[in-house]
């Protein structure tokens, strides 16, 4: 795990040159890149190396579309968008605040969502999932109702209504202020007439209703790991992030409620993260089908509703 390095303005200031010096995109990224690498920042919110975080700081402080690279790469900057560029940097670096949250934006499953401080930053596998419409573990034509618990920004409960036009969708979230990011996202895409916000703990906000799929990111980390966690992590929403001691408080709700809220054919989708350890020995009945991802990422089970109702699982 990476450290925190005794950075002040003072000194970060003689480790950054001049923006006249800095010219071009390129230039910039190459030396964004190169500060991060020196300062130890955390890479784990939507990028995993120095280069990327650098040039999505970069295209946003310039003002440039990541779909014209490297065409602009040789352009050169202004001195309000070079200005503006190292201003970025240095938050990076001093307040370890997530590239997201410096935005306001953070793509998954193909799509770009707004996202703020009251959310976590969207960084899922369950992302593949959605953009093959869930299959083959369910006929997609065939879906017509999925309900996302915990759903944050809701870009798992959005990215699932763009690519199932045919489904209503159920944004479920405990916090307020998460629904408000999500309402946000659900304004941004156009889509408040299959996608409805609602304040819901766990299923006590869905009571009576059933679905197709039911698909969650929920709190899953564990008081160990929460308080080992990078700075860049402390930014986030501890409710977005903290499941119990063992991860599995919120994890647990679901695998024993799903059963009551799946259709006779529908699936449960859960990331649990590096709780799947944990899961599993809780559980050691359950026949958790494991799933792996082409872009990496894993610690997410899918149970079918036959699955849980042979099991009657209980705590």
């Known amino acids: 795990m990476h450290g925190t390095p005794d950075i002040t303005a003072r000194n970060l200031r003689t480790i950054m040159p001049s923006a006249p010096k800095l010219r071009t995109v390129e230039e910039l990224i190459r030396h964004g890149a190169s500060l991060f690498s020196t300062a130890n920042v955390w890479f784990g919110h939507g990028t995993d190396n120095a280069v990327d975080e650098a040039a999505e700081l970069v295209f946003f402080g310039a003002g440039l ?51 703020d401080e009251r959310v976590l930053v969207p960084r899922s ?30 870009c798992i409960a959005i990215a699932a209504a763009l690519a199932l036009p045919q489904a209503s969708v159920d944004a479920a ?24 916000a609602l304040r819901s703990d766990v299923f006590d906000g869905v009571a009576g209703r ?11 980390v564990g008081g160990d790991e929460l308080a080992g ?23 647990k709700r679901i695998l024993i409620q799903a059963v009551d809220h799946l259709e006779p054919h529908g699936i449960l989708i859960v990331e649990v993260g590096n709780s799947e350890a944990a899961l599993v020995n809780a559980f050691p009945r359950v026949p958790f089908t494991w799933l792996e ?3 990496g990422g894993g ?7 036959a699955e849980l109702k042979r099991l009657a699982v209980s705590g």
Not at 68 to 74: C, N, W
Not at 84 to 107: G, K, N, S
């Open 65 to 115: 579309q990541h779909e014209d690279a490297p065409k602009v790469y040789a352009r050169e900057l202004s001195s309000r968008q070079r200005e503006e560029v190292l201003q970025l940097f240095d938050r990076r670096i001093r307040e370890r605040v997530p590239v997201a949250y410096l935005t306001h934006r953070m793509w998954f499953a193909g799509e770009e969502f707004y996202v």
């Open 210 to 220: 059933r679905y197709d799929v039911i698909v969650s990111n929920p709190p899953y």
């Open 229 to 251: 966690l990078p700075a860049e992590y402390q930014r986030e929403p501890r409710l977005g992030l903290y499941g119990g001691n063992d991860g599995l408080d919120i994890v």
């Open 125 to 154: 596998p369950i992302a593949e999932l959605i953009e093959a419409g869930f299959e083959p573990w369910i006929d997609a034509a065939k879906i017509r109702s999925v309900l996302d618990i915990g759903t944050g920004s809701g």
């Open 173 to 196: 979230d405990i916090s307020e202020d998460a629904l408000a990011v999500t309402r946000i996202n659900i304004e941004k895409h156009q889509v408040a007439a299959r996608v409805r």
């Open 299 to 305: 610690g997410i089970f899918l149970l079918t509703a």
């Open 293 to 295: 991802f082409e872009r």
